[in-house]
């Protein structure tokens, strides 16, 4: 059984930051420098989107516009555990935010090519 669990979500002022940590165990936790990585996030109302994706090695990542510059995602296999570093939030980034894992060497953009999930955390930024 693979397990995810985020943590380091909570209530933060606009121009705040958070540093969300994504920790793997079971199969995950043995392998985990066998999988790629992603943080996503889901808003009410909203589909879940990317905000952040790493590959295997964490060499190569990825951001859409609406967080680049102000999310940094890292990867530290020996820990088992990926990061979301999370600068200049705003309102708008208020939303429960998943990390995800594929079984892969390059990252993945879309929820659809993720194999496991965590439970979620929720990040609040008011304004």
């Known amino acids: 059984q693979v397990q995810l669990v985020e943590s380091g979500g909570g209530l933060v002022q606009a121009g705040g930051s958070l540093r969300l940590s994504c920790a793997a165990s079971?199969?995950?936790?043995?392998?985990?420098?066998?999988?790629?990585m992603g943080w996503f996030r889901q808003a009410p109302g909203k589909e879940r989107e990317v905000v952040a994706a790493?590959?295997?090695?964490?060499?190569?990542?990825y951001y859409p516009n609406s967080v680049k510059g102000r999310f940094t995602i890292s990867k530290d296999n020996a820990k088992n555990t990926v990061y979301l570093q999370m600068n200049s939030l705003r309102p708008e980034d208020t939303a429960v935010y998943y990390c995800?894992?594929?079984?892969?060497?390059?990252?993945?953009?879309?929820?659809?090519?993720?194999?496991?999930w965590g439970q979620g955390t929720q990040v609040t930024v008011s304004s």
């Open positions: 995800a894992a594929h079984k892969g060497t390059f990252y993945r953009t879309s929820y659809q090519d993720y194999d496991y």
């Open positions: 079971g199969r995950t936790g043995a392998t985990f420098n066998t999988y790629a």
């Open positions: 790493i590959s295997l090695s964490g060499s190569t990542t």
